[in-house]
């Protein structure tokens, strides 16, 4: 056996006991039925890793529901048994979300994959958590509708990314895709179905999760550790037939904040995001390679949509307007043209070439992760700087994003960083960077999303423990055997 | 002879190039409009992540590798249980992309060369072509059934065995021993002959191309038929004067273009020869003004892309040296050796004919569930995914169905049965045959 084989083998780990496995399956099969789960090694094993560092963890049956009652049923004998249950879609995050840390039960929901309502007046969508973007954008589409389509797999789910707290291609206009979120049906840990948000009061009206208190803050967030959500209700949004794309680059990541900073207080553009030339590269350079001189350190595209020519006209000559004042400032901001592939990857959503991680990890080797936070705009250029620094000595690109949400100053910081998976020490090297990379953000005001185990735990150092406590309080109200996801909260 | 045919071992670093981020799972096009289809037939009657496209059969690999998936029945199963059909190749952006394939039929090599493979199902097949040279336990002289109308109307086909022509019509198998798919070959010869051209086959002497054996991974049995082929093809060169292979089948089509330009004597062997797919040489002969159609078919009609004439033979443009970006980087792909627009020309062509487009076409075209040894292995499977196929032929209103490729056509009859369609599946040449003005008609 290979240097490798015995390495990936010391990393799956199991926790079923054998001599169970036969009397769980047997009731799982009454629930889902023979074809919907199975204890089969090779089928678990397809679900034991992912593109992260997190080590690969198998599963000890794989279920398949087609319908909520089933979800009901199987998480009432989950809880009764005490069996964790993980929820899955597209298994496509970047944290290791859906490694089962303590086996039982991998609830695959991709056959829950209808599209149950499209309200092209209302502009609100219901779907199921197997709806991939793909899938949602053809639909949307025949109504010229859209939703803020991430930079992810375009067989990523949608429910996942928004209830996850995932970005889109719209943030800067209408806030993370979970804010997009217009009421839930839930299953709880326990079994119960619930339902939060308007969709609680009238079964078929999805519209709206305010004014009620907003229970929805129950599920988003958790990753899975809170219930399984069968259905969300979404903002939809009409699509402009005009697009225009500013671009500009400079040498210095505090020039762009600054022009950043001053565009975002327009409230003009669907998204405002600045990348670093590692990012912008097609793909990522794996190892660490150096900017050539010449090159610019910092691209932005600032995506803007309109009406009519007269309403592009105005957005351009505020734009103008704006960076006519970065450069009196002094600052190194220039018009610039995007390279091409990367300026189609990121605007032309879902795609292929991001989300393929063709312009993520192609060339490192399998894997890729990331410190992914929410950040206060005014600490990106000095967590930027320090990330550099931490990332070139580990001889990783510091390949970082920034994106204004809604015009409020602060949002996406991240490093997208691809390494060789294939390599032990290589996957160890960067898992050590991201977590030195992500301590820094954190300590600056920074908070993760969608958080790898390493990441919740550096959370749990630092937070209030009046918060810790209610949220141990909550889970334990939620989910009293602690079956759903656990270890990820790292509570 | 030798072969280039790699082992799954030398496949590992491809492999270790997949980063599990499941594009593959889904056929999409950002358009505008954006479209979006299942593409994995395994993925949408399975489910399970490990029979889902590539990431999943790269899932197995990984195991079967590191010793961490040790064979049994449900992991030979599983590997079996996929069409080759490419569509998730079609979506990857990835380094190993141009070795998915390749990867999923490795595999299967290695299950056979370890004994545990293929199905018994497949072992019937590969012992009949040990036996008769063909997969379907047909007596040789079986081979030459679907000729006997040609005889008695006087046309007999030239025996190349005996008489020199420029043209061999490689039949195939399953034309000719498959009597649901018999009408493909008969249409081609009547066709052929209306046209006047010099041709001839192989007749009992014809052998399996080989194409089903290396599919269900048997490597050794593919290089047996293969190389009695390229022998074959390189005699009918010198000694009759064949310049150029016509096969109506697009496994035969594919197996003789692509696998068998895995040997080291491919160039060689086949300088001076040209092979052609029927849809291919009758296009050529439309664009230069040779058909001529009289009377017409007022059917609306669509279009099924075969796996072997379409996205199999996409080619891909590789960074060898690492002048690009480094050594082995996936770069492109080149699909200009795909027979997308020549079959739709030819309908389009053919008076009365209202054409009409499947959702997901071409590159993104549904298998018919037939390939990759799965009608043999998994009859059951295959004929259920042909009627989701024939299903999405009717959402489109159309009446026929059309494709070339008899493995196709037969399976997509089977579909049809299943679901009680009135959707008539027809080979493209039998559309042809039925409008073409022959030179006695002239």
Redesign the interface.
């Known amino acids: 056996m290979s240097e490798l084989s015995t390495l990936q083998k010391e990393q799956v780990v199991t926790a079923a006991d054998p001599g169970n496995v036969d009397s769980v399956l047997k009731e799982l099969r009454k629930i889902v039925g023979d074809a919907n789960c199975t204890a089969s090694r090779h089928i678990r094993y397809a679900y034991s890793y992912d593109m992260s560092f997190v080590k690969p963890k198998l599963p000890d049956y794989v279920v398949m529901t087609e319908k909520v009652e089933q979800i009901q049923e199987l998480l009432r004998f989950a809880n009764k048994e005490k069996i964790p249950v993980v929820p899955y879609t597209g298994g496509t995050n970047i944290g290791g979300l859906t490694i089962p840390e303590r086996g039982g039960i991998l609830l695959d929901l991709k056959k829950m994959n209808n599209i149950v309502d499209i309200d092209p007046e209302a502009h609100v969508a219901v779907i199921e958590p197997g709806v991939s973007h793909a899938k949602l954008a053809d639909a949307l589409y025949k109504h010229k509708l859209r939703f803020g389509w991430p930079v992810g797999p375009p067989s990523a789910s949608v429910m996942a990314c928004a209830v996850s707290h995932g970005i889109g291609g719209l943030n800067a206009k209408y806030g993370l895709n979970s804010q997009e979120i217009t009421s839930m049906e839930v299953v709880l840990p326990t079994g119960e179905l619930v339902r939060v948000g308007s969709c609680a009061i009238r079964h078929d009206a999805w519209h709206s999760c305010l004014p009620l208190p907003q229970l929805d803050g129950l599920f988003k967030g958790w990753l899975g550790s809170s219930g399984v959500v069968t259905k969300i209700g979404i903002s939809v949004h009409p699509i402009p037939p005009l697009l225009k794309v500013f671009t500009v680059s400079c040498d210095k990541v505090e020039d762009m904040y600054s022009y950043m900073l001053n565009l975002s207080n327009y409230e003009m553009c669907d998204d405002l995001t600045a990348v670093s030339w590692w990012l912008a590269q097609v793909p990522i350079p794996y190892p660490f390679r150096p900017k050539p001189n010449d090159a610019p350190e910092w691209f932005s595209f600032a995506t803007t949509t309109s009406w009519t020519e007269k309403e592009k006209e105005a957005r351009e000559e505020i734009w103008e307007k704006v960076f006519e004042e970065e450069q009196k400032k002094g600052t190194s901001i220039k018009r610039t043209v995007y390279p091409e592939e990367a300026l189609k990857g990121r605007t032309q959503l879902p795609s292929q070439v991001v989300g393929s991680t063709k312009n993520y990890c192609k060339q490192g080797g399998a894997g890729i992760s990331w410190p992914g936070t929410f950040t206060p705009a005014k600490v990106w250029a000095p967590v930027y700087n320090k990330w550099k620094d931490i990332l070139i000595a580990h001889n990783l690109s510091p390949s970082v994003r920034m994106s204004m949400y809604r015009g409020v100053h602060y949002g996406m910081l991240r490093a997208m960083i691809p390494f060789n998976k294939q390599s032990a020490e290589e996957t160890e090297n960067a898992r050590h960077a991201i977590v030195e990379c992500l301590k820094v953000d954190l300590d600056a005001g920074g908070i993760p999303y969608k958080p790898p185990i390493d990441f919740a735990n550096e959370i749990i150092k630092r937070a209030d423990p009046g918060y810790l406590e209610l949220l141990r309080r909550m889970k334990k109200f939620l989910d009293p055997n602690d079956i759903m996801n656990p270890g990820k909260l790292g509570i | 002879m030798d072969w280039k045919i790699a082992e799954l071992k030398e496949l590992e670093?491809k492999i270790?190039?997949?980063?599990?981020?499941?594009?593959?799972?889904?056929a999409?096009d950002?358009?505008?409009?954006?479209?979006?289809g299942e593409i994995c037939p395994a993925g949408t009657e399975?489910?399970?992540?490990?029979f889902?496209a590539s990431?999943?059969k790269i899932?197995?690999a990984?195991?079967i590798?590191?010793?961490?998936?040790p064979w049994?029945d449900?992991?030979l199963e599983?590997i079996y249980k996929c069409t080759v059909c490419a569509g998730c190749q079609n979506?990857?952006?990835?380094?190993h992309k141009p070795y998915i394939p390749e990867i999923i039929e490795a595999m299967r090599r290695k299950a056979v060369d370890e004994g545990v493979g293929p199905m018994p199902l497949h072992k019937n097949l590969l012992q009949s072509m040990k036996n008769y040279d063909n997969p379907y336990q047909g007596p040789r002289r079986v081979r030459n059934d679907w000729t006997r109308p040609f005889k008695k109307a006087g046309k007999p086909i030239k025996d190349l065995n005996d008489e020199p022509a420029p043209v061999l019509f490689f039949v195939g198998c399953t034309g000719a021993f498959n009597t649901a798919a018999r009408a493909v070959p008969t249409s081609t010869a009547s066709i052929f002959q209306k046209l006047g051209i010099d041709f001839g086959i192989l007749g009992e002497n014809e052998i399996c191309c080989g194409s089903t054996a290396m599919r269900v991974g048997d490597s050794e049995e593919f290089k047996r038929v293969a190389t009695k082929n390229l022998e074959t093809f390189k005699w009918l060169h010198d000694e009759r004067g064949v310049k150029t292979i016509i096969s109506s089948c697009a496994g035969c089509y594919r197996a003789i273009k692509k696998d068998y330009s895995l040997s080291s004597e491919y160039d060689k062997v086949m300088e001076g020869i040209e092979v052609l797919h029927t849809a291919d040489y009758l296009n050529r002969l439309y664009k230069e003004g040779k058909l001529q159609f009289k009377g017409e078919l007022p059917w609306k009609v669509t279009y099924h892309d075969p796996c072997h004439t379409g996205r199999h033979l996409n080619k891909f443009i590789i960074d060898q040296e690492g002048k690009q970006?480094?050594k082995g980087?996936y770069l492109d792909e080149d699909q200009s050796a795909c027979l997308y627009e020549q079959p739709r020309d030819l309908l389009k062509a053919i008076p009365g004919i209202e054409f009409v487009e499947m959702k997901r076409n071409r590159a993104n075209a549904f298998c018919c569930g037939g390939g990759g040894g799965v009608m043999t292995g998994f009859g059951e499977w295959a004929t259920k995914n042909a009627s989701l196929r024939i299903q999405e032929g009717e959402d489109t209103g159309a009446e026929r169905i059309v494709s070339i490729c008899p493995f196709c056509h037969f399976n997509l009859n089977e579909g049809a049965k299943r679901i009680s369609s009135q959707i008539k599946v027809h080979d493209l040449t039998e559309l042809i045959d039925q409008v073409l003005v022959g030179k006695s008609d002239d």
């Open positions: 670093d270790w190039r997949c980063t599990a981020c499941g594009t593959c799972k889904v999409y950002y358009g505008p409009p954006p479209t979006f399975f489910g399970f992540e490990g889902m990431k999943g899932a197995f990984r195991g590798l590191s010793g961490e998936l049994d449900e992991l599983a979506q990857c952006q990835l380094d970006l480094w980087a």
